[in-house]
Nanobody
């Protein structure tokens, strides 16, 4: 079974930066992709960024050019570097493991608030 744990989010001023990390453990060979999603109050959960096993990355339109997703050498830690943050980036951020032939595994979520 895969386990997913996110780092703590925080409060950031507009224009600021923040890095979120996500640790994957357990049967990580079953993971096809690792990604970050977010959900703001009253809105649906949306893709922020995702990285596939082959290194290919995908980004939500609203974060392109501002956020960068990467994996460490072990392949089990994924970081999301967020810059030029805007108030509309305020949301609960979730990490997710997409598994081959198994259900997705979500982290517990972490709050990111962008406010002055």
């Amino acid at each position: 079974q895969v386990k997913v744990v996110e780092s703590a989010g925080g409060l950031v001023q507009p224009g600021g930066s923040l890095i979120l990390s996500c640790w994957f453990s357990g049967n990580t060979v079953s993971i096809a992709a690792m990604g970050w999603f977010r959900q703001a109050p009253g809105k649906e959960r949306e893709l922020v960024a995702r990285i596939l096993n082959n290194g290919q990355t995908d980004y939500g339109d609203s974060v392109k050019g501002r956020f960068t997703i990467s994996k460490d050498n072990s392949g089990n830690i994924v970081s999301l570097q967020m810059s030029s943050l805007k108030p509309e980036d305020t949301a609960v951020y979730y990490c997710k493991a997409d598994q081959f032939f198994q259900n997705d595994v979500w982290g517990q979520g972490t709050q990111v608030t962008v406010s002055s």
